[in-house]
DNA sequence: GCTTGACCTAAACCATGGTTCAGGCTTTAA
DNA sequence: TTAAAGCCTGAACCATGGTTTAGGTCAAGC
């Protein structure tokens, strides 16, 4: 079992190695090691809980929340609770965001359903007309063109 | 039909009203009109846009491809292609991150249902001991604890 | 043994998406 | 008719999540 480079962990996860350096500043890479000479050894455990950070930024944890649960994994199997209450709680978060999400790409299938009509111009030329008409009836400018 | 104010707008929305300044300064509400004293009036039909925004906004879509958008809608009818291909391709992107936080919601999951284990305490701390191992066999100093 | 590419840190820089502040007009309700 | 609440602009400020630069050390191949 060897060890990894911070190049070839860059190059495994498919990020920059700025971004693992400025991970490391933020306190999300505390379990990293690093030599003699002072350059980080990746182990296999190592990249285990990169893959987690990067689940957790995958799905827009804030650094600053990462770094709590990686907290929590360095003082060890006492805070199994607060990882667990962290992650449900981040999972709640989440799939209440794509609750939201689903919703929005509805109105957003529909515009392009619209836009798929052969009658879309008139109908698009109506509702501009209604606009202005609209402004003009409450003698405000008429921003369209 | 009356028309609204930019308060009643940003409470219908949710928004705080310097975030509809932003966006105007951001060309995002070239559509809304202000009265002879400068204030802005907001009409129905600025409701309705502004709600497409906020679709937009709430799928992640940046402030620069919003206003592109908009822009495109203050057009008129010529841009409809356009405005099919940008929305087209944003739901693609939209639907691919979905996937893949499908994907790390799945891995959350496993880690959520291994804490879960009243065998947890013990894993854990099997793994801990052999990050620590995996670090004395390479001769890193041992970051746990 | 020397060059080249990889790595190190610290600090500066950057884009995005707002929020806050200052100073001044407008509208509304007492 | 006047005070309070609401709106205006421009400019400064802020947090987040990085990226870039500078100046130096380290390691691998020739």
Redesign the interface.
């Given at each position: 079992?060897k060890?990894f480079s911070i190049g070839e962990v860059a190059a495994h996860f498919g990020l920059p190695i700025s971004t693992l350096h400025y991970y490391d500043r933020q306190g999300l890479l505390?379990?990293?090691?690093?030599?003699?000479s002072g350059q980080r050894?990746f182990?296999?455990?190592?990249l285990n809980l990169i893959?987690?950070i990067?689940?957790?930024k995958?799905?827009e944890m804030p650094i600053k929340e990462i770094r709590q649960y990686i907290d929590y994994v360095?003082?060890?199997?006492a805070t199994?609770?607060e990882?667990?209450q962290l992650?449900?709680h981040?999972?709640e978060r989440?799939?209440a965001k794509?609750q939201?999400?689903e919703h929005?790409?509805v109105?957003?299938?529909k515009?392009?359903a619209k836009?798929?009509s052969p009658a879309?111009?008139q109908m698009?030329?109506r509702?501009?007309q209604?606009?202005a008409h609209?402004?003009e009836?409450?003698?405000?400018?008429?921003?369209?063109?």
């Amino acid at each position: 079992m060897k060890t990894f480079s911070i190049g070839e962990v860059a190059a495994h996860f498919g990020l920059p190695i700025s971004t693992l350096h400025y991970y490391d500043r933020q306190g999300l890479l505390p379990f990293v090691s690093k030599n003699t000479s002072g350059q980080r050894e990746f182990t296999a455990a190592d990249l285990n809980l990169i893959q987690t950070i990067c689940c957790l930024k995958g799905t827009e944890m804030p650094i600053k929340e990462i770094r709590q649960y990686i907290d929590y994994v360095m003082a060890g199997p006492a805070t199994i609770a607060e990882r667990q209450q962290l992650l449900r709680h981040h999972k709640e978060r989440v799939l209440a965001k794509q609750q939201q999400i689903e919703h929005d790409l509805v109105e957003i299938d529909k515009k392009i359903a619209k836009y798929d009509s052969p009658a879309a111009p008139q109908m698009i030329t109506r509702e501009l007309q209604f606009a202005a008409h609209e402004k003009e009836q409450h003698h405000l400018a008429n921003p369209y063109h």
